[in-house]
């Protein structure tokens, strides 16, 4: 009965355990005492089978760091080599310019609640409908 | 890569001591928040080059050196204009160069406050300064790449400081104990989260030249040992599942198990063949004096582990009597039962050593002749002065070296270092699993097997070998034709044969393609950002993985030291590139008479071109590379003007399109043409001369060492690290030879692992006919 | 240190009989029971005082089984003494000496000294080979010959002085041509007026006869 229900929350995505107001008050709190970092909430893509998930999921970035900076720091934390592919996108659907500063992506990108989602994925999905019908395939490869 | 400290101030100075602390109200502090984990109290001291060093880099630096994951704020501590002592915040470039320029003398003292720790910070993972880690400075190396003189040693200065300035990876706390800055791998060693990266669902080795490349750039975490040694070591059969490793292990296990209990019950039915007597005799000798002073085999001499090598090495001499017991074997294994900590495994992965080492155990003595012969070659290629100085000392023929050569350098660096070293040595060798299950006997023995005794067993007498006459002709050319040549089992001199010259660097374009070369990572790092992580290229590189390494081939030559069948003689064809040996002797012509490579579709230029590609994106010697991959094609013309006419040619046609090579993630045609232009302003210096003549004089990496090159390296490193106070005490043969026997076990395993990587990536960039992929 | 000569000794015998100790004794003055087994070759020096002269030895010594032997038989032609060294407790190790002298005389100089040494006598009661038996084999083979232990330091330093004493008698009786360096035998920067052939200019070391 319990693993089946922490495996329910392990795979449940961050906005999916939390409530929107949560959120909300979380962000805010966290922005009034580190007011020079951007609050991110990075988890792997749904489908993404062959890299590892990360032991967090909410990431404090400094907003002068590039996004392509942070796509390196998220490979290291995986202890990722160099072969293996690694796609960092906002809102599932984009990737941003790497040489954008979080600050700027943030201003752009941010969710309602405050945060920044992004997602990474091993392969490079292109355009929401790329991924629909990636979702679509879930299960059956 | 310029700094802003760069263009501010010029700093004529090439380090700046710097020492640092942690404020009292930190470590007050921390002390309160988490009693668990104080930061360290006392001063961290290094030194920078004010030159590359940026704020940024010194907030990584300092944050590693103190291991701290918040933020900080630094001050420095700087004399006012009453003379008075006052901490001045250090914020910014502008902040820092001023420091070095107004405060650094002695050495600039530096405070750090951490910020308040944060109760809120619960669930975030914070991200800091400490974890962005900029690769090194190539851009800058590269800048120098127009000195003459001793080019090669400048670059490994100039990497050297580059290298010593960045740090790299979260995990090095522990990693800083007795490791001074400088030396420090390019990545931490290899933690269980990364080895299983390298695994697919069942467990199978998905990427074992990726797995050597990390082993070779940063080792392998202790506890992680046993586990990853016998995948670099080669005991697995290719593709394994990690159920058919254990059942495979297993097998083996009782084999050996089998393979021991056929003489110790011999022994107890009192059935000793004299083989036996002689080996078991030779053995209970050494195992008594090997690494005794360990704590896994000390104290008295019934201590069991000293048992159990005793029982490996017997087992092992009593069914591989070609080559028996023989001294040395006792240090080769003592490491992995260390590691293995288990009997049967010791002697699994003991006798997957063996399969290379064999011929340096050979009562011929070739082997190790080649390998006296190429380090010679080595020493008077990269440092003749201190050659010329050996010379004069009759210290030439490098005999104080043999223990070296024989044990892998085990015995140079204390145990510990040792298997760090060990493990570096062993994954810069392409991987050659067995075929299928590794044979732990050559011929088993048993009371009833009527099989040959060990030659070495029955022989007292040695005949008056070539060794002595090869190693005392130490001023024969024979040496600069670098591998002697056997002709029926005779050494024989060829002084300054072209043929002998030409069909060793023919064996340029076979062996060293299937050779794994490695090299800086960084480089490839940078390459993804810049590229946006072009997918393509990526997948590419995937699917046009190499095929197997034929490297036993390679290997069993190596025993017969090249018996030469011809200049031309092709000792392995390229996968569907090359086509038929024959066919590349054709290409091999067309390019000595000058015409471009860009004609041929064959794999050797696709490197060339991919050498190139690798060159641009960052190695210090990438200028010097371009040209010398072409000296590579035109490798039959010694005399300088059919060379500038070649070159000159080449230079002038467009960069080809890239076709498939599994060379490299660099690409594409303007970064090509930069690389070209890139390479013409190094030309005309001094680096060409160098490079074009290492390419003639040096063996390639499928040979040299009896291919194991990174070990040829080890000991230069070795007798580079020591030529100045050799030669400065003046030392004769005798002292000399005594210095490097008092440093036995004192060796500075970092400090020579870092230099001999430098050294060897820039000799593996002198680009050989290769298709292989820079370590990133 | 400046010395009038230097001679070029080596150590010889099989695995296990002692040679690194007795080497660690007489450069060191110590023992160490705990020491790696020797891979091809290990160095040693020291200085001596013969008929008030300075005499620096200099020490090869050889690792023991004959795997080895391919290499280390490089060395016996320049060296000018030798000692080789069996062990009193174990029999097989005194029954290989003629293969190891057969292999000294065949490739050093016919003028090289060697000493027999049957070491380890501080173990009188695991002998195997009397003292007698030791003699006797010196003396026909024309060697001279000392039990050593080189645990207690027992008649170490004479063994090698006592050579390098034969040695430099060889030298006066001008038997050794000094200028060879092949022999084993350097001159050293100051020389001595005692070399055969008269007294040379001080100071001056000269290549080729006097005069």
Redesign the interface.
Known sequence: MVDALSKDLMERSFKERRSFAQRQRDVEDIIERHPDKVPCVIERYRNEKSLPPLDRSKFLVPDYLTFGELGRIIRKRLELHPHQTFFLLINQRNMAAVSKTMAEVYASEKDEDGYLYIVYASQEVFGSDRLESAEAEDGAA | MTTSAGILAFHTREAVKVKARVSAATLHRRSQLAPSDPPPAEWRRFSVDPQITTFEVLQNLLAKAFDIKGDFTIHYLAKDDEGKETYLGLLSDWDLDAAFLSSSMPCLNLLIDLKPFDEGLEGWDVITPADLVKPPLVSHVRNNAQQTGNFLMQQMERTLKSFSKVLRGPELSGYLNGVTERYRASKPPMSRREWQNFLDCEGRLIQPQELRRSVFRGGIEPSLRNIVWKHVLNVYPDDYTKDQRIQYLKRQSNEYYKLKATWTDMQKQGIVTEEMQYIMNMVSKDVLRTDRTHRFYAGSDDNKNVAKLYYILTTFALNHPSVSYCQGMSDLASPMLVTMNDEAQAYICFVALMQRLKPNFNINGLAITEKFAHLSLLLQHYDPEFFEYLKMNGADDLLYCYRWLLLELKREFSFDDALCMLEVLWSSLPPSPPEKELPLYEIRFGKDSAHPQSPRVLTRENPYTKVRRIRKQSSSSSLLCGTPKVHNGVIVNEPDNDESRRSSLNEITDDSQDYNPISDSIAHELRMDLENLNKTVLGNTKDATPQQFTFDNIIEEGNTLLENDGPWKQRKTCQGFCGTPDEQCELDFDSVEGETTQNHGSRRNLSCQSSLDRRRSGSSTSASTSASSHSDLVQEKADDSDYEDDHHAYRSKAPPTRSEGYCSEATLSSKEVSCQEDSRSVLDSGVLDFSRKSRSLLPPPGQLGGSNPFMMFLCLTLLLQHRDVIIRKRMDYNELAMHFDKMVRKHNVHKVLHETRIRFEEYLRLGWEASWEELV | MSYAYLF?YIIIGD??VGKSCLLLQFTDKRFQP????????????RMITIEKKQIKL?I?DT?????????T??YYRGAAGALLVYDITRRDTFN?LT?WLEDAR??SNSNMVIMLIGNKSDLEGRREVKKEEGEAFAQEHGLVFMETSAKTADNVEDAFINTAKEIYDKIQDGVFDINNEANGIKIGPQQANTSPGGGNPSGNTQSGGCC
Do not use: C, N, P
């Not at chain 3, 690792?63 to 290499?71: D, K, N, T």
């Open positions: 070029k695995t296990g705990v020491h790696d087994l020797t891979i091809g070759v290990e160095f040693g020096a200099q090869w690792a023991g089984q004959e795997a080895f032997r391919s290499i038989r490089s290989h293969t065949q490739h």
